[in-house]
């Protein structure tokens, strides 16, 4: 029995072992200039949008940032449960 709880620690463990070493080779992978170009820019645009959002008294809930007719929708449904 202490013999078969110290073999199933020990695959555990060396199975845990071999998935982080294959985890660093997926983690390591090399980007593309153009690629790091544009998830930058992805997050500065996403970043000064949320600021503006963030800025805006009148939008304190997500809701309150849709068109009218959309935001009749859904607080219609929200109301409904």
């Known amino acids: 029995m202490r013999r078969s709880l110290f073999i199933t620690t020990f695959l555990a463990l060396l199975e845990a072992g071999l998935l982080a070493a294959q985890a660093?080779?997926?983690?390591?992978?090399?980007?593309?200039?153009?690629?790091?170009?544009?998830?930058?820019?992805?997050?500065?645009?996403?970043?000064?949008?949320?600021?503006?959002?963030?800025?805006?008294?009148?939008?304190?809930?997500?809701?309150?940032?849709?068109?009218?007719?959309r935001r009749s929708q859904v607080l219609a449904e929200l109301k409904q449960g």
């Not at 660093?24 to 970043?47: G, I």
């Open 24 to 69: 660093q080779d997926v983690m390591s992978a090399d980007l593309k200039p153009q690629t790091v170009q544009a998830f930058s820019r992805y997050v500065s645009l996403t970043e000064a949008r949320i600021e503006r959002q963030v800025a805006d008294p009148r939008n304190f809930l997500y809701v309150d940032q849709l068109p009218e007719s």
